[in-house]
């Protein structure tokens, strides 16, 4: 089983950026996929998620409106399309894998399977 996210840059406020979470080694349609991200000396937090079959997403009250979630499950593939960047939606992201999960919550015990992480880092 393997997650790896991809996409991670540095950017200027106001800039976009897309995220990707290859999953390899399991079919994807069968879970729910969050989006987290962890700034330095902060705890992680959840961000967005979308359920098994993509009808269902939610988002963080600090992204919506600017961060969107999508997945194509023929492709085993998650993106996080993400504008008007802000400095402090600078972190670490990484996606996550809960198996029948809903996308009801970014409870990181729910989450089975987790990336190594992708760093996002806006600034001027």
């Known amino acids: 089983l393997q997650f790896v996210e991809s996409g991670g840059a540095l950017v200027q406020p106001g800039g976009s950026l897309r995220l990707s979470c290859a999953v390899s080694?399991?079919?994807?349609?069968?879970?729910?996929i969050g989006w987290f991200r962890q700034a330095p000396g902060k705890g992680r937090e959840g961000v967005s998620c979308?359920?098994?079959?993509?009808?269902?997403?939610n988002y963080a009250d600090s992204v919506k409106g600017r961060f969107t979630i999508s997945r194509d499950n023929a492709e085993n593939m998650v993106y996080l399309q993400m504008n008007s960047l802000r400095p402090e939606d600078t972190a670490v992201y990484y996606c996550a894998a809960d198996y029948a999960g809903d996308c009801t919550g970014y409870e990181e015990g729910n989450y089975d399977y987790w990336g190594q992480g992708t760093q996002v880092t806006v600034a001027s």
């Open positions: 080694g399991f079919s994807l349609d069968k879970f729910a």
């Open positions: 979308i359920s098994s079959s993509g009808g269902r997403t």
